[in-house]
């Protein structure tokens, strides 16, 4: 049966509105009706009480959650406890990510991640595959030990991901222009992170088909006055997207600014990097072997290197508004609308709007989740 979200704050592409209901039928968005069209009045009512509807809200970088991590347990139990971790905080898509790991551990992860698509876990849009072709100068908390140059062979495995999407992260400078153009033709998005390279090797791994950006200013080259670097590059190109963690962390608010001024609008768009303790009562966790535990939200390992984080993406929508002085339209579009785009989903995902999956977040005054919907499925 069909059921009418109405009385509620909708956030449309012409802005928000409150005279309309939005229809969904068959776990799309039918129609955004007024509130006394006869397709509205016979649905079946859900009242949203007054509180905000934004689209879902899509993650491309997830580690963990509800106390999994997918390197440790690289299965679809553990992807879906993850996605339904992370689904309290709004996150209705996500990539669940796995970080510079054996071939073995690759061919596991992407296995579990068909295996779970297939099955219809709710959430889970693909992959993300966060090195192991990678730079040992920026390997933040990866272990070096995993990091090599992908052969025809294994970029073949890196692909193999038929049902879903397939984001990778390597370094241009650590891999071979032809390797990153074999990625690509084979259907994977590559995004540039952990690299020391210089701009100029950025720009070449752009011309050979990188399309953005991982956790933009960690774990790269940053811009200087005479050596642009990474992030100098990331600045520039208009057609590139990076993902931000807006933690207050990893990156100082000012520098957010920056990049906001920088890019053009829809480039910028939110990630978590998100690790067990999220929607988890333990706060510590194993990585490589060491124990690792979050102390006042902030993930370190013993060296003292960030290791992820403990955001949740309602936090990171929340932080956007008030860290960075973005109007909340412009933050839930920076968690919704621009990934699906990055991610080549922007046909499906990302809008409150006809012929979209019903993927919504309902929100109270403080920006706190109240419901959410996953193909017009409630939780």
């Given at each position: 049966?069909?059921?009418?979200?109405?009385?509620?704050?909708?956030?449309?592409?012409?802005?928000?509105?409150?005279?309309?209901?939005?229809?969904?039928?068959?776990?799309?968005?039918?129609?955004?009706?007024?509130?006394?069209?006869?397709?509205?009045v016979a649905a079946a009512p859900v009242d949203l009480q007054g509180h905000t509807l934004l689209p879902g809200y899509i993650d491309a970088q997830v580690n963990g959650g509800g106390g999994y991590l997918f390197n440790n347990t690289p299965d679809v139990h553990a992807l879906t406890e993850i996605a339904r971790a992370h689904?309290?905080?709004?996150?209705?898509?996500?990539?669940?990510?796995?970080?510079?790991?054996?071939?073995?551990?690759?061919?596991?992860?992407?296995?579990?991640?068909?295996?779970?698509?297939?099955?219809?876990?709710?959430?889970?849009?693909?992959?993300?595959?966060?090195?192991?072709?990678?730079?040992?100068?920026?390997?933040?908390?990866?272990?070096?030990?995993?990091?090599?140059?992908?052969?025809?062979?294994?970029?073949?495995?890196?692909?193999?991901?038929?049902?879903?999407?397939?984001?990778?992260?390597?370094?241009?400078?650590?891999?071979?222009?032809d390797t990153v153009r074999a990625l690509v033709a084979a259907g994977v998005i590559v995004a540039a992170g952990h690299t020391a390279g210089s701009y100029e090797?950025?720009?070449?791994?752009?011309?050979?088909?990188?399309?953005?950006?991982?956790?933009?200013?960690?774990?790269?080259?940053?811009?200087?006055?005479?050596?642009?670097?990474?992030?100098?590059?990331?600045?520039?190109?208009?057609?590139?997207?990076?993902?931000?963690?807006?933690?207050?962390?990893?990156?100082?608010?000012?520098?957010?600014?920056?990049?906001?001024?920088?890019?053009?609008?829809?480039?910028?768009?939110?990630?978590?990097?998100?690790?067990?303790?999220?929607?988890?009562?333990?706060?510590?966790?194993?990585?490589?072997?060491?124990?690792?535990?979050?102390?006042?939200?902030?993930?370190?390992?013993?060296?003292?290197?960030?290791?992820?984080?403990?955001?949740?993406?309602?936090?990171?929508?929340?932080?956007?508004?008030?860290?960075?002085?973005?109007?909340?339209?412009?933050?839930?579009?920076?968690?919704?609308?621009?990934?699906?785009?990055?991610?080549?989903?922007?046909?499906?995902?990302?809008?409150?709007?006809?012929?979209?999956?019903?993927?919504?977040?309902?929100?109270?005054?403080?920006?706190?989740?109240?419901?959410?919907?996953?193909?017009?499925?409630?939780?």
């Open positions: 049966m069909a059921i009418a979200l109405r009385n509620g704050k909708i956030l449309t592409d012409h802005g928000f509105r409150e005279d309309v209901a939005v229809l969904v039928e068959e776990g799309r968005i039918a129609a955004l009706l007024p509130l006394d069209d006869p397709r509205v689904r309290r905080f709004g996150t209705t898509g996500m990539l669940p990510t796995l970080i510079s790991d054996d071939a073995t551990v690759m061919q596991q992860a992407i296995a579990a991640t068909a295996e779970a698509i297939d099955a219809g876990v709710p959430g889970v849009l693909g992959i993300h595959l966060e090195g192991p072709y990678i730079a040992p100068a920026r390997k933040g908390t990866h272990d070096a030990s995993k990091f090599r140059v992908p052969d025809a062979a294994e970029v073949a495995m890196a692909a193999s991901l038929r049902n879903g999407v397939t984001l990778l992260t390597l370094a241009p400078e650590q891999v071979p222009a090797q950025i720009r070449a791994g752009l011309a050979a088909g990188i399309t953005g950006f991982t956790h933009l200013y960690n774990a790269m080259s940053p811009l200087q006055g005479r050596e642009p670097g990474a992030v100098g590059a990331a600045l520039e190109d208009a057609d590139s997207w990076c993902g931000i963690i807006v933690d207050g962390v990893h990156v100082h608010p000012a520098s957010l600014r920056v990049a906001l001024a920088a890019k053009p609008r829809g480039k910028l768009f939110l990630v978590t990097d998100a690790m067990p303790p999220v929607g988890a009562d333990d706060p510590s966790y194993s990585l490589y072997g060491e124990v690792i535990t979050a102390v006042d939200g902030v993930v370190r390992n013993a060296a003292g290197a960030l290791a992820g984080s403990a955001l949740d993406m309602a936090t990171a929508v929340r932080n956007s508004v008030h860290l960075l002085g973005l109007p909340l339209e412009e933050a839930a579009r920076m968690a919704s609308t621009y990934p699906a785009q990055f991610l080549g989903l922007g046909d499906r995902y990302g809008h409150i709007a006809p012929g979209y999956q019903a993927d919504l977040v309902l929100v109270d005054a403080d920006l706190q989740v109240v419901a959410t919907w996953i193909g017009g499925s409630a939780d």
